[in-house]
């Protein structure tokens, strides 16, 4: 049975065209004047670094990420306003004409979404005419990187939690309204249970999950008033928001509620406190079937000192952390040229320095099945270990089998409890063992050596 198509999550997915920087498409128009527009160029993406804090990343937003590069086209509005910018002004009519029909027609490959990643590996690789190759550039750093922050974010909420669960909260507190939909992917990708975002849940498949607000319980005269018209109107069970006015007093207007909620949640103070307060309040009134959620400007240091000390709270919220990252709110991914033709290109600037040619990333796992180091080498060279990469798009189409979130989310936990115990941990520690191949080594010195051996400019 054919998959589903990638979910787009574009209000217009069909103008996708200009969402690059200008200077890819000046470069574009360049490779079109200079008549390279049949040269083929390969290109990868990667990080070079790790953010602050980080072990390991979840790369996240490859369905979205190909979905996009198979409807990257131009409106006519959008060629007639690059016809008028003044950059343009020296560039053939025939140019803006192909503009209408322009398509990517290349080739893709990529790491399954869900995978960890580290600096230095190839996490996607285009292969296509040069102008299209570059095209893509800026749309796939920002269709990438994001998803792969949050999706990694999220996975060290998620270890913290230690089995509990987790929900995404994040929605008010977005970069701009897409964010919420990539924040509750990712998020739910990484393990997460479910996300507050109504239409994220919607489109995506997500269980959507919510309580109600201070408001709702301002608005009326009682608490406990509140309580019973928001349980009599909502059915499959309900969260009741108690920290309104008096915590405990609120735990213990909550528990008189028939038939039982199913939880109540605390949203500020001494949460371990608090916790164990309301649960021996919720025990002394035979409510030990109502569980406990926690929220409140939650990240993972703060659950994982919840959970060493016992708290007994079955279910944590978590928002701005999450959607923001704000710990390390970047994630220096680059796309870099590695081939013009099948030849080698790399870069020597200082601590920017790349590798050529297309390239393959070896996965090695231990005797016991964790993983125990990779070794970037050529696309066609044999080396041990499970190979990362593999084709998602061919000729400009998406490939047939496109895995449903629920497999990516499975293959995300797989990959984490593969990890060595201390790459899981919260704590910084020493790398991922990464290696580069002896045969790649050579030809990028073989590159170096010639690019250096180039005759000086006159001064």
Known sequence: MPSPPPVSLWPDPDA??????????TMMAGYASEGMTETSATFELFVRTMPANR?????????????????LRFSDDQIEWLRLHPMFSRIEASWFERLRSLRFTGDVWAVPEGTVMFPGEPMLRVRAPIDQAQWVETFLINALAYPTLAASKASR???????????????RRGHGPMAPFLAARSAYLAGFVGTSHAEAA??????????????WVQSFEDERLAFAAFSR????????????????EGVRRAATIEPAVQAVRLDSGDLLQLSREARATLDALGR?????????????????????????IDVFGVGTELITSRDAPAIGMVYKLVAVDGSGRIKLSTA??????????????????????DVVALADEPEDGEPLLAPVMQAGRPVSCWPDLDAIRSRCASQVASLPDAIRGLDAAPPYPVQVSEALRLEASRIERRLRSLPSSPR
């Open 352 to 373: 920017k320095a790349s590798l050529p040619l297309a390239k393959q990333v070896f996965r090695r796992r231990d005797s016991s099945g964790r993983f125990e180091g």
């Open 202 to 215: 919607r489109r995506l498949g997500i269980p959507a999950m919510g309580t109600m607000a201070h408001s």
């Open 157 to 171: 909420v998620v270890a913290a939690a230690a089995g509990r669960a987790v929900v995404e909260f994040g929605a």
């Open 16 to 25: 996708l065209g200009p969402l690059t920087d200008l200077y890819e498409l």
């Open 55 to 71: 072990n390991y990343l979840v790369f996240a937003g490859l369905e979205q990420a190909i979905d996009g590069l198979a409807r």
């Open 288 to 312: 030990r079937s109502t569980r406990i959620f926690a929220s409140g400007d939650l990240d993972e240091r703060s659950i994982d000192r919840l959970v060493r000390e016992g708290a007994p």
């Open 233 to 248: 109107h909502f059915a499959g069970g309900v969260t009741l928001l108690v920290d309104t006015y008096d915590t405990i």
